[in-house]
């Protein structure tokens, strides 16, 4: 079988799945290493600083990319500003660009996002941006230099998978980026659906973090997320609006 990577500004990865850590705890990030084979995890600036809080940056393996995001940022400004301090602090070039001016649904603005994405793309940065999955959005961000594009399939935290499922086919049709899904995904099986879909990949954190066995569930999405990408590499079969027999009914022995 031919090497089937995801490539992010001429870096290949050989996992689909990207850890987001917001809901941080060791476990979490020793089982997305070692039962999803995550080789990117997010963190955000205030995990990954001195002091008495918990440096994130202490538990992650070297060969995994730390994926510094912009959380917090409610304009692009600031946004701009928290990714420079995570490169300084975090010593790389990749940011998630996360910028969220709505505290009652935590709905990402795109305008901003695309207008920040511009910034940091001409400074250096491998910027992801999260978005929500509109078209004409994502080619802007596109244009300004992103290196893939992620959008949510449901309001952050939620669990309820792909509300937006149609949306982010759209994207994935017309997008000549990696299309990773990223929010709201609360089960294997969603995961798969992504991935059969045509996303690139996908970024989990809650689903695992509040499973009853963490490990576990991390390696349930590792076969979910593979089965989706082999599916989707296969060629789904079409849907059909009559049944068909799937043996055919002539040519029946005679007596």
Known sequence: MDKDQLVLAGRAFSSRFILG?????????????????????????????????????????????????????RTAEEAVRIARLARELCQTDFVKLEIVRDSKYLLPDNYATARATEILAREGFIVMPYMYPDLQAARDMANAGAACIMPLGAPIGTNKGLCTREFIKILIEEIDLPIIVDAGIGKPSQACEAMEMGAAAVMVNTAIASAGNIPRMAAAFKAAISAGRQAYLAGLGQEGQYAQASSPLTGFLRE
């Open 21 to 73: 850590s917001g809901k941080y705890s060791l476990e979490l990030i020793q089982a997305a290493v070692e039962q999803a084979g995550a080789e990117i995890i997010t963190l955000a600036l205030r995990r990954a600083n001195g002091g008495t809080l918990k440096n994130i940056l202490d538990y992650l393996p070297e060969k995994v990319v730390r994926l510094p995001n912009t959380s917090g940022a």
